[in-house]
């Protein structure tokens, strides 16, 4: 699991430097929860739609369903690809692969067939964690055209019915003496929000991962009395980390698991559970800050909201602490590890001005020009960064490692930023060909390689088109071989080439060609600039 071609490791020196700063203590994710257990037993720690777990019990279930998945034949250093939604059992399989030293792939259960396909054959997954439906999606159909074409996948398990594999509760068995994992092999893998078209999967240790929960709790600080509300997928890094869901349970705070971000249902727990913190992406906040001037529900408990995934403007910032009565605290990150606040105690023009500032004093950051010449503070340029808890390499992505860190160890973010003399960050653009829907990032590459196999489309780009609600929603500009192909046709052609919904584009505009630069490549600084001010193309 950590050879040179899986795992890129960080250099010793480095690795020294963060055990002797204290930062690195060599505590699992599996000891982490146990200590938690014997320090908040009876308090609640998880609750869902369909029950609550006391922090015994999670621990308990955690070990028994260890047991069951080792006597399954899953070991150490394991793949499992997970895809549930934010249900309790999300977080005890979690832990009970933690145990065991077996590595869960986070998949977002709005995942399809080309994603989850992708994603169990990179990481050689022997086993595949999936609900029987949701949001009124089947996923029997898509259970068997992963067992058709992943042939690594040896177990499938069901949250629900089962369709007759075992569910997550058979699976509950005695717990079985396992060793304690080296607490610098990977815990996790997650999934990059980048720009190629073949995921690429980001390996976190138990050593930085836990730090990055840790270092996050110092800026947004959780108690035994916090009620933490999930709202987002439980599988992305923010609600997981920062300091999320782990953040929660190592302090003895409980986790409130909303089934949707719906008003009716986030607003309806906050009352219920007098939810303190909460982290949600902007286009939810803006309905949460429409919604709060006429609701019924009581919003009082609300003492955080953060919001990331994507940048807040300001004049929606400056709408949450008099219309929800709660602090804003910007977050900015992503799950290749930096992850930049702002404090509890910033003044106002920095918590609605920025997206804040590295959270750890053992971060590095460059804010560099096209050359990889670092800019004058304030100008703007892309943010390289590397620390901590950000990662060294992909995992199996040696092509892809050398294009997406430095030979020094910096990781390009592909964000463009601004360095203000306080030491906060503006994001102000990307270098990524990505759109970011809602905090959803979708590769543009994916999305054109798809839509090019139809017979209908001769060339195609993939844009973001700015979108008051979204931040951005996907548009593609279709250079068609003869008659422009229907637009629902092709919506279906790429549903059925099991794309998941998210990616599909919601706009098609049909051009002769596409724009280029100087050198050839596509202009897509161009098709943006037709979204906003419609200019005629050439061709």
């Known amino acids: 699991m950590t050879t040179s071609t899986s795992f890129t490791p960080w250099p010793p020196a ?117 609900p029987d439906r949701h949001l009124g999606f089947d996923f029997g159909p898509l259970i068997e055209r992963v067992r058709s074409r992943c042939v690594s996948v040896r177990h499938v398990v069901v949250h629900g019915s089962s369709g007759g594999f075992p569910t997550v509760a058979d699976l509950l068995d005695e717990p079985v003496p396992l060793a304690d994992p080296d607490p610098a092999d990977v815990a996790l893998l997650q999934l990059s929000g980048g720009s190629t078209s073949a995921p690429k999967l980001i390996p976190r240790t138990h050593d930085d991962y836990a730090y990055s929960v840790r270092a996050s709790l110092e ?23 920062s300091p999320g869901i782990l953040g929660a349970l190592s302090v003895g705070a409980t986790v409130v698991m909303s089934p949707s971000p719906s008003v009716a249902d986030t607003f309806a ?19 949460w800050l429409e919604a709060a001037a006429t609701t019924a ?59 804040g500032r590295p959270m750890s004093p053992l971060d590095e950051i460059r804010i560099v020009d096209e050359n990889d010449r670092e800019v004058s503070v304030g100008e703007p340029g892309e943010l390289l960064t590397r620390g901590p808890y950000t990662i060294r390499g992909y995992f199996r992505a040696t092509e892809q490692n050398a294009r997406s860190f430095t030979s020094d160890g910096y990781y390009r ?32 590459e994916e999305v054109e390689e798809q839509l090019s196999r139809h017979p209908g489309v ?29 637009i629902r046709e092709l919506k279906r052609f790429l549903r059925d080439a099991g794309l998941a919904a998210y990616k599909i584009p919601e706009r098609y505009v049909f051009v002769q060609s596409l724009p280029l630069t100087a050198i050839g490549k596509v202009s897509k600084k161009s098709l943006r600039a037709r979204l906003v001010e419609p200019a005629p193309l050439p061709g």
């Open 14 to 130: 480095f690795a020294s430097r963060y055990r002797a700063a204290g930062l690195w203590t060599g505590v699992t994710f599996g000891r982490l929860l146990t200590e938690s257990a014997h320090r908040h037993g009876s308090r609640a720690a998880v609750v869902d739609a369909s029950g609550s777990w006391t922090y015994e019990r999670l621990d308990r279930e955690a070990h028994r369903l260890a047991g069951g998945l080792h006597r399954l034949g899953i070991g150490r250093g394991d793949r499992v690809v997970v895809q549930l939604p934010n249900v309790g059992e999300f977080v005890v399989l979690c832990f009970a692969l933690f145990r065991i030293g077996a590595v869960p792939v986070l998949a977002q259960p709005s995942h399809r067939e080309h994603e989850i396909v992708q994603l169990c054959t990179q990481s050689d997954a022997v086993a595949y964690v999936v």
């Open 219 to 241: 800026v947004c600080p959780l108690g035994v009395d916090d009620r933490y509300l999930t709202v987002l997928p439980v599988a992305h890094n923010f609600p997981l980390s």
């Open 269 to 287: 727990l906050i009352e219920q559970h007098r939810v303190t913190v909460t982290a949600v992406v902007p286009p939810i906040a803006r309905v």
């Open 297 to 355: 529900y009581d919003l009082s408990s609300l003492r955080v909201l953060q919001v990331g995934g994507a940048r807040l403007k300001p004049a929606l910032a400056a709408q949450v602490r008099p219309v929800l009565g709660c602090q804003l605290q910007q977050v900015y990150g992503m799950a290749e590890g930096l992850v930049n606040y702002t404090r509890l105690d910033d003044p106002e023009d920095v918590v609605v001005g920025t997206q």
């Open 413 to 444: 973010t592909g964000d463009i930023v601004r360095l203000l003399p306080s030491g906060n960050l503006v994001v102000v653009d990307r270098v990524k060909d990505v759109v970011n829907r809602g905090g959803e990032k979708v590769p543009s």
């Open 458 to 486: 001769r060339d195609v780009a993939i844009v973001g088109q700015p979108d008051d609600d979204l931040g951005e929603r996907v548009c593609a500009f279709v250079v068609p071989t003869a008659e422009p192909p229907r």
